[in-house]
Nanobody, 124 residues
């Protein structure tokens, strides 16, 4: 049974940092893209960042470019999201996901396994 478990969320002041982790179990995902999405109250789930199977290609939504960094460790079947210079508008539940192919994508339909989410709250 495939499971994705996010961790690292919490409450942080604006300007602070958090590092999210997403550990996969049940199968290896070293040949597949991994992604991070977020959903704020009353809003649709939105793309945050994605990384290709070998880490050679990454993609970010414009609002987090220069502040967030996605990375992966295939030996640990884990993907990370380093979030710096956090803003109140980054407050959301953050979800990790695994893609259907090796390259990154911003589309939610491209991802077929999802974690349960971790709350990130940024206070002003």
């Amino acid at each position: 049974q495939v499971q994705l478990v996010e961790s690292g969320g919490g409450l942080v002041q604006a300007g602070g940092s958090l590092r999210l982790s997403c550990a996969a179990s049940g199968r290896a995902f070293s040949n597949y893209a991994r992604g991070w999405f977020r959903q704020a109250p009353g809003k649709e789930r939105e793309f945050v960042a994605a990384i290709s199977w070998n880490g050679g290609s990454t993609s970010y939504t414009d609002s987090v470019k220069g502040r967030f960094t996605i990375s992966r460790d295939n030996a640990k079947n884990t993907v990370y999201l380093q979030m710096n210079s956090l803003k109140p508008e980054d407050t959301a539940v953050y979800y990790c996901a695994t893609g259907r192919g090796p390259g990154p994508s911003y589309s939610t339909t491209y991802y077929n396994y999802w974690g349960q989410g971790t709350q990130v709250t940024v206070s002003s």
